[in-house]
């Protein structure tokens, strides 16, 4: 008989969890909410691990109780997973979840999540409609939650099983935010298009203005420069007049800018982007639109040659979730985690257009 792997508590699990898989990773609260520790819990404590031939069904998380997860001997956790597929099977103490969590186990814990990720394999063998259980932990995944590796041997093999399973785009992600984890204790040094540097205050919102100096402007524009810079409690860390003279905007501190004013000097009519940097709250709503187009329909721009942008640190993070309703319409919003991607929030209000011309090559990838 295959043995067992060594018993681990829920508590155990959950707290490896999201070790595992740190921020940035792909569908995350799939894979470190509690229903997540359950069903990894239990796939090991009936031994659904690859190549053991025993596999896991959303019934035997949804069935499992307080009282059986205590039981630890190798007799009582076989005898669990078939009495939960007898037909009359008894299962002592109080379940843990109802039979309508069959669903989120299955669609998004397992399928939208841990399989997603590499975590977990899936028999591709059974017919869509069979009830037969079908999941098992790949057996890396399985070892990470041994109680008797910890300190550094735990770090280790974590390390190692991130670098095999996560994604290349989702491993930079994951390292961009644990970047500006580390920016909240420590100065950020920011350098500038033409070479320049300010040091910023310790936080996420250097972290962002960080990130958009050096990474968006050089992407997203053809010859970037910087006209504004301000950090919280309105200190105004840079203000280039003459380039702002050159191009007609008269920048007036008093008049409520924006974090950061770029423009894109490569263009043939320079193009003026306002941008908000969002940590927590902040973004670029209609509203904080409408009044920056004032500043520059009383300057004489054309507003086609005025862009808005909210930046983040990541589509997961608090200030977007909180902020995305918000967003103007007419505006972009950019993640410091996926520098190579924006989203455009597009007005169609004045001259909508079939979705069709919106996924044509020139949008493909976008």
């Known amino acids: 008989m295959t043995l067992l792997p060594p018993y681990a508590s829920r508590e155990l699990v959950a707290g490896r969890l999201p070790l595992i898989f740190p921020h940035g990773t792909p569908h995350r609260t799939y894979c470190v909410r509690e229903l997540a520790a359950s069903t990894v819990f239990t796939a090991l404590y009936i031994g659904a691990v690859e190549g053991a031939d025993r596999y896991l069904g959303p019934v035997h998380v949804y069935r499992m109780t307080g009282e059986q997860a205590a039981k630890s001997a190798d007799s009582e956790r076989l005898a669990y997973a078939d009495a ?56 890396g995944f399985a070892a990470l939650f041994d109680p008797a590796l910890t300190g550094d041997q735990l770090e280790q093999a974590i390390g190692e099983f991130q670098a095999m399973h996560l994604s290349k785009n989702a491993l930079a992600r994951v390292n961009i935010i644990r970047a500006g984890a580390a920016a909240r ?19 996420p919102s250097s972290f962002i203005t960080k990130a958009v100096v050096e990474v968006f402007a050089k992407t997203f524009l053809t010859q970037p420069a910087i006209l504004w810079l301000s950090e919280s409690g309105n200190k105004v860390v840079l203000r280039d007049e003459k380039i702002a003279a050159a191009i007609g905007l008269k920048i007036e501190a008093d008049k409520n800018l924006p974090d950061l004013i770029l423009a894109d000097l490569g263009t043939r009519d320079t193009l003026i982007v306002f941008v908000e940097v969002v940590a927590t709250d902040g973004a670029m709503t209609a509203r904080r639109q409408e009044a920056l187009y004032a500043l520059t329909d009383a300057a004489g721009f054309d507003r086609k ?19 995305v309703a918000q967003l103007a319409w007419g505006s972009f919003a950019w ?15 004045a001259s909508p257009v079939p979705l069709s011309a919106l996924t044509g090559p020139a949008c493909a990838g976008r």
């Not at 040659?305 to 902020?323: P, W």
């Open 84 to 139: 939960v597929l007898r037909k009359g099977g008894q299962i002592e103490g109080k379940r843990w979840y109802a039979d309508n969590t069959r669903e989120p186990i299955r669609d998004e814990t397992l399928r939208d999540g841990l399989v997603a990720v590499g975590a977990v394999t899936r028999r591709e063998d059974l017919p869509t409609t069979s009830g037969l259980p079908r999941y098992a932990l790949k057996r």
């Open 185 to 203: 204790d420590t100065g950020v040094l920011v350098t500038f298009p033409n070479g320049e540097t300010r040091q910023l205050a310790p936080g």
């Open 305 to 323: 040659h005025i862009a808005f942008l909210t930046a983040y640190q990541d589509r997961e993070s608090a200030g977007f979730k909180k902020t």
């Open 335 to 349: 993640f410091a985690s996926e520098p190579d991607h924006i989203i455009a929030l597009r007005d169609g209000g």
